[in-house]
């Protein structure tokens, strides 16, 4: 999911202490393998101090989601994986960690976005 990743310069290019990266991948029926592996030629290390792995429906394959803008399906081929980038809570206000229910993201108000959409 990642690589040639340096959490130290995204960290600091994000002036953030801390990094979080959310990912969602279909992986039904199977197993999930994490593998670390330092860049060669390299003195890299790494400390890790927390993953988290929650099970979400199905909610890719169970539906073709519409292109904004164009009255077309999309298909999304369920050996992808996703990087979520931003949430939104569509209709709604922002909402910081604390006020999200049990897995504290972040949700941005959408109405920045909503100039970029154009009704179907």
Do not use: C
Not at 14 to 27: G, M, P, V, W
């Amino acid at each position: 999911m990642l690589k040639n990743f340096s959490a130290s310069i995204t960290a600091q290019a994000l002036t953030q202490a801390y990094i979080i990266k959310e990912f969602s991948f279909s992986n039904s029926p199977g197993l999930l393998n994490i593998t670390f592996v330092p860049e060669k030629g390299t003195k890299s290390y790494a400390f890790v101090n927390g993953i988290e792995i929650v099970s979400i429906p199905d909610l890719i394959n169970m539906t073709q989601p519409m292109l904004v803008g164009l009255n077309v399906p999309h298909n999304i081929d369920s050996s992808i994986t996703l990087e979520t980038m931003i949430r939104l809570n569509v209709g709604g206000q922002s909402l910081s960690p604390v006020e999200d229910s049990d897995l504290s993201r972040t949700w941005y108000d959408d109405t920045p976005w909503q100039r970029h959409l154009i009704p179907l």
